[in-house]
């Protein structure tokens, strides 16, 4: 079992994840330290491309399959996977699915509401959110701990809060993920490193994060591949409506809603 010391990417930093991708991890074959200052300009500019083109997106529709590693008491990696999907309509509605191992979790946001309904335990808990997507992923995250898939891509200005605390960025190369060739970027602060592969070509989309926490041992990741991405959404995705025999409760009741079974408590390094 699990016990509470577990260690692994933060519930608050995996709602960074497609942020601040960093990284010296090829540092050895890829002569990456040495060269970082002359690629990060580089890196800058495909990083900004990608955010213009989806903060662009009036409506986006996205499948996503995650990975969260924890580590146990005796150092052994274990990992726990998640599939999912966030619909959003700029700039205030959202809906977050995401069904695991041990959830089967959904968030909608209309602009006025936010209902979080955990599945597995039939119930439901609303709270009144007036405002923007950006106001309410600052909302969940830092007030009731919650997080959504992709949650820093999503916001408004999503370049700024990316590149908020990154100290070397670099453009490593390609790669092709789900067959589709990808340019490969990486950045680094001070407690994590985080890469993206961005597909290349007239969409640039990002297709995998991957997060790596520094400060704790074995290296624990969080990985994200974004497997469809669309601009269509039906009109009623915003629209919640308890299912039959739901039990009302508020927010700090709704329990087990997390990637993680209960007893592994997600710990790591801070932006």
Request: hydrophobic share 40%; with cysteine.
């Amino acid at each position: 079992m699990i016990s509470k010391q577990t260690a692994c990417v933060s519930a608050r930093r995996t709602a960074r994840w497609p942020i601040l991708f960093a990284g010296a991890i090829l540092a050895g074959s890829l002569g990456f330290a040495g060269s970082a200052k002359a690629q990060s300009s580089d890196a800058g500019k495909l990083l900004k491309a990608m955010t213009d083109y989806v903060s662009g997106q009036k409506s986006l529709s996205i499948t996503f399959d995650s990975d969260i590693e924890v580590i146990t008491p005796s150092l052994q990696k274990i990992q726990f996977t998640s599939s999912g999907q966030v619909q959003l309509s700029r700039p205030d509605k959202l809906r977050a699915t995401r069904t695991g191992g041990y959830s089967d979790v959904e968030l909608v946001f209309d602009g006025k509401t936010l209902s979080i309904n955990n599945k597995d335990a039939n119930g439901f808990a609303q709270v009144e959110a007036p405002g923007s997507i950006d106001k309410l992923i600052d909302l969940l995250r830092d007030k009731h701990g919650v997080t959504a898939p992709g949650a820093d891509i999503l916001f408004s200005d999503p370049f700024d809060v990316m590149m908020a605390d990154v100290i070397e960025s670099a453009h490593i190369g390609f790669g092709v993920i789900d067959g589709i060739e990808c340019t490969h970027l990486a950045f680094r602060n001070e407690e994590t490193d985080w890469q993206i592969w961005i597909e290349s070509g007239p969409r640039p989309i990002p297709r995998k994060y991957v997060i790596t926490s520094k400060t704790i041992a074995a290296a624990p990741q969080y990985t994200l591949r974004i497997k469809e991405w669309r601009t269509e959404v039906p009109a009623d995705a915003f629209s919640f409506k308890p299912p039959q025999g739901a039990n009302k409760v508020t927010l700090s009741d709704l329990t087990d809603f997390d990637e993680l079974p209960q007893g592994a408590v997600a710990i790591g390094g801070k932006k």
